[in-house]
Nanobody
């Protein structure tokens, strides 16, 4: 059974915005830091942003800092990623993931993954 389900991806023009959501079905959000990752064709999966279990800490990769905003609503068991001022190089499959470790952008430290939602940005 897939515990994390992403939604909200789509196709937009450069400069546009999207809001991604990731809903957990069984895990208890308060026990996990959550992260967003992305993988473009032919490239390795990379960390985009993470948020601590209690919303106190967030972290962004340099490539998205100032353009993307991560948030979570534990009562709704949902993680969000607001994507703004999108660029063609943001085109990728976006994944959410959960870890019992501290907020970080290392893919190897996350053990629960969603199946991804595609974001395509045209110039």
């Amino acid at each position: 059974e897939v515990d994390l389900v992403e939604s909200g991806g789509g196709s937009v023009q450069a400069g546009g915005s999207l809001r991604l959501s990731c809903t957990a079905s069984t895990l208890t959000p308060d026990d996990y830091a959550m992260g967003w990752f992305r993988q473009a064709p032919g490239k390795e999966r990379e960390g985009v942003s993470c948020i601590s279990f209690n919303n106190k800490y967030t972290y962004y990769s340099e490539s998205v800092k100032g353009r993307f905003t991560i948030s979570r609503d534990n009562a709704k068991r949902t993680l969000y990623l607001q994507l703004s001022r999108l660029k063609p190089e943001d085109t990728a499959m976006y994944y959410c993931a959960a870890t019992t470790r501290l907020c970080n952008l290392e893919t190897s430290r996350y053990n629960i993954w969603g199946q991804g939602t595609q974001v395509t940005v045209s110039s």
